[in-house]
């Protein structure tokens, strides 16, 4: 079991720009949360999605923040257009719905938007 | 909504010492408390949890209190070493959710 795979790592990009973040879950992990990490909010849940239905997306920022998960192995955040305050780190993170368990959290992408 | 407060947000202690860190929720109906360690450029990492049936939880070095009356529950960390500087975060759910709310975090800083 891997677990949660985020790509890419790092992403520089400048304002105005698209960013799309990657997330493959885990097999046979039905939940996923989309959260957001800064210094001054500390970790702000965006959306999730059980079965890949999205069921609470009320954290996403602004229209400029939209989710993905076309089928249970892979979902997507973007950003259209970025700006500077988008900058933080993003995490990706898998729950088995109606587990008694915790969340497993990918490693994060850093987004720097310039 | 499920608010959840946590202190201290930084925490420094001479290694071998103990460290504490408490959290509050507010929301009668959470049953599910887990606690979860993030290192630098990681995601976090859950280190121990507890549910509302039971008031203590050990695993090693680590313990977790509740207090279901007073709506509190703390981490404890005994014999602390250089390796458990960290960022420490609480959390909560409700029973049939799947959400957690999560504490604003503890820098823990173990001074050798």
């Known amino acids: 079991d891997a677990g949660v795979i985020q790509s890419p790592r790092h992403e520089v990009t400048e304002m105005g720009q698209e960013v799309t973040l990657r997330c493959k879950p885990i097999s046979g992990h039905n939940s996923l949360f989309w959260y957001r990490q800064t210094m001054m909010r500390g970790l702000e849940l965006l959306i999730y999605f059980n079965n890949n239905v999205p069921i609470d997306d009320s954290g996403m920022p602004e229209d400029r923040f939209s989710a993905k998960m076309p089928n249970a192995s892979f979902s997507t955040l973007k950003i259209q257009p970025s700006e500077p305050r988008d900058s933080a780190v993003y995490f990706c993170?898998?729950?088995?719905?109606?587990?008694?368990?915790?969340?497993?959290f990918g490693s994060g992408t850093r987004l720097t938007v310039v | 909504g499920e608010n959840v407060e946590q202190h201290p947000s930084t925490l420094s202690v001479q290694e071998g010492d103990s460290a504490v860190i408490k959290c509050t929720y507010s929301?009668?109906?959470?049953?599910?408390f887990p606690w979860y360690k993030q290192e630098l450029g990681k995601g976090p990492q859950l280190i121990i949890d507890i549910r509302s049936n039971v008031g203590e939880k050990k695993d090693q070095r680590i313990a977790v209190t509740l207090n279901k009356t007073a709506k509190h529950f703390s981490l404890h960390i005994t014999e602390t070493q250089p390796e458990d500087s960290a960022v420490y975060f609480c959390?909560?759910?409700?029973?049939?959710?799947?959400?957690?709310?999560f504490g604003t975090g503890t820098r823990l800083t173990v001074i050798p």
């Open positions: 959390a909560a759910r409700k029973g049939g959710a799947n959400n957690l709310f």
């Open positions: 993170a898998q729950a088995r719905q109606g587990s008694n368990y915790g969340y497993t």
């Open positions: 929301d009668s109906a959470s049953n599910y």
